[in-house]
């Protein structure tokens, strides 16, 4: 008897029963008024908090806004770029914590042909269509709802993508569930159906700096990158079809090394890393692809995804006209990687599909876990 009494008092902070009436899950879920879009429409701030962790995602965009953990120290702290308001993200943004959709990163000219169609949409990044189109799903109104379980505080995001949206084909029905689970992880998943063929690649556009935001470059932070091969790509990053090795590049990340170790070399204006990397194992079992390590803070960020590549983009762009939390964002201020499928694949009958047919689930999950060290 006294056994078993003892045992449950051991058991009871590991299960957890605080939260959600009913269920045995760590946690809470809170909502709370964020503002109004400009046509109008009320955003949702959802707060996730499992321990020491704490993620708010808001209903436009389905945007992450901020990620809070603790350092080395045990003092918990803002890891990612972002705005306190919406109105920062209504202005513009380089899709801080966006859910980027329907087909994230480039389509080359903007142009496709699907079963003998030819589609052409809007270009928005100098030749080349981006992210989305004008409006992707970074700048739409999502309807949230809770799915907190055992597994930890959770918020599902769903969007139906009208067809011809964005000039795409067929109506697409997306749910994107963010779960921030037990040891600090931020699980994201993502499911989508269609009533006709369509490209598809989601992905998140998370902007992290592990000593937190506007305290610096990354370029300290080591990396080790799970990936033995890049699609090399043209001047306006459109992959030109081959896969490559790293072996040699500035690209090699196998094993651990700052990022800033060899960003000058890469011939490119700005310099930086924006590249996809194709990583060795796809799996549903979410293998470890990345693993970021910031000395200064002690934060470890380890990925895990189900995607065949990962964009891995070092805020080349960033040149302090942005002001968010924290202040300016200056160049190399974050590093983003973006689980997906790879750039262009429509284009490319030697990448993975990004087609999704009626009667088929688009699923992906990818998973950002942190640790200290
Ligand atoms: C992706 C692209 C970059 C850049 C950013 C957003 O990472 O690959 O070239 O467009 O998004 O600024």
């Excluded at 549903?284 to 910031?294: K, N, Q, S």
């Excluded at 942005?322 to 973006?338: H, P, R, W």
Aim: net charge negative; glycine share 12%.
């Amino acid at each position: 008897m006294l056994m078993s009494f003892s045992l449950m008092a051991l058991l009871v902070p590991v299960i957890g029963f605080a939260g959600f009436a009913g269920s045995a899950a760590e946690g809470t879920l809170t909502k709370q008024p964020f503002g109004n879009t400009t046509d109008g429409h009320a955003v949702e701030l959802y707060t996730l908090k499992n321990g020491t962790m704490t993620v708010k995602v808001m209903t436009y965009g389905a945007i992450i806004t901020s990620i809070e953990v603790p350092d080395k120290a045990g003092k918990i702290g803002e890891v990612t770029l972002g705005f306190d308001t919406l109105e920062g993200y209504l202005k513009g943004h380089p899709y801080f914590g966006s859910t980027v959709g329907r087909v994230g990163n480039r389509i080359a000219k903007g142009k496709f042909s699907l079963n003998g169609k030819e589609y052409t949409l809007a270009t928005n990044n100098g030749p080349n269509a981006l992210h989305g189109g004008l409006k992707g799903f970074d700048k739409v109104i999502w309807k949230a709802e809770d799915v907190s379980g055992p597994d930890g505080p959770a918020v599902r995001m769903t969007y139906v993508s009208k067809d011809g949206e964005e000039g795409y084909p067929g109506t697409l029905t997306t749910k994107v569930t963010f779960r921030v689970a037990a040891h600090h992880d931020l699980q994201i998943d993502y499911e989508a159906t269609t009533d006709a063929d369509t490209p598809i690649n989601l992905t998140n556009h998370t902007y992290f700096n592990l000593s937190g935001p506007n305290s610096g470059t990354i370029l300290h932070h080591e990396l080790m990158l799970a990936a033995d091969r890049y699609t090399p790509t043209d001047a306006t990053l459109i992959p030109t079809g081959e896969i490559a090795p790293v072996e040699g590049t500035p690209l090699d990340f196998r094993k651990p090394k700052t990022i800033g170790a060899h960003i000058q070399q890469i011939k490119a204006d700005p310099a930086g890393y924006d590249h996809n990397f194709v990583l060795n194992a796809q799996s549903e079992r979410l293998p470890i692809m990345a693993h970021v390590y910031d000395p200064q803070s002690g934060r470890e960020l380890i990925m895990r995804t189900t995607e065949p590549g990962v964009q891995f983009y070092t805020g080349n762009f960033l040149d302090g006209s942005v002001v968010g939390k924290g202040g300016a964002y200056k160049q190399y201020g974050a590093f983003c990687l973006e689980a997906q499928h790879f750039p262009d694949s429509i284009n490319h009958a030697n990448f993975p599909s990004a087609v999704l047919k009626p009667g088929q689930v688009y699923k992906q999950t990818t998973s950002y876990q942190f640790a200290t060290r």
